[in-house]
Nanobody, 122 residues
Framework: QVQLVESGGGLVQAGGSLRLSCAASGSSFSINAMGWYRQVPGKQRELVASITNGGSTNYADSVKGRFTISRDTAKNTVYLQMNSLKPEDTAVYYC????????????????WGQGTQVTVSS
């Protein structure tokens, strides 16, 4: 089981920036991809950005050009740099990791972080 710990959320004015971090820990795992999702009350959780082990990235159209996902593979940590924040970016942001067990060679596991609140005031 991989545990994910997020940090970096908070309150910021529109146009400001925040950087989220998510550190993965555990034993005998190999991460295939990590990503950030967000959810507002009453709506489904949506993908914000993801990054594969090879460095390929994917972004929601609503954040392209403003958010950047990056990863430190040595630290098993993924970052989300959020610039030019808008009030509609307000949500709880969740980190996700897709990984496999290197001992059993079983892949397809998924873990979620506890979520971090991002609030953008107008």
């Amino acid at each position: 089981q991989v545990q994910l710990v997020e940090s970096g959320g908070g309150l910021v004015q529109a146009g400001g920036s925040l950087r989220l971090s998510c550190a993965a820990s555990g034993s005998s795992f190999s991460i295939n991809a990590m990503g950030w999702y967000r959810q507002v009350p009453g709506k489904q959780r949506e993908l914000v950005a993801s990054i594969t082990n090879g460095g390929s990235t994917n972004y929601a159209d609503s954040v392209k050009g403003r958010f950047t996902i990056s990863r430190d593979t040595a630290k098993n940590t993924v970052y989300l740099q959020m610039n030019s924040l808008k009030p509609e970016d307000t949500a709880v942001y969740y980190c996700n990791a897709n990984y496999g067990n290197i001992k059993t060679m079983i892949r397809g596991y998924s873990s979620w972080g506890q979520g971090t609140q991002v609030t953008v005031s107008s």
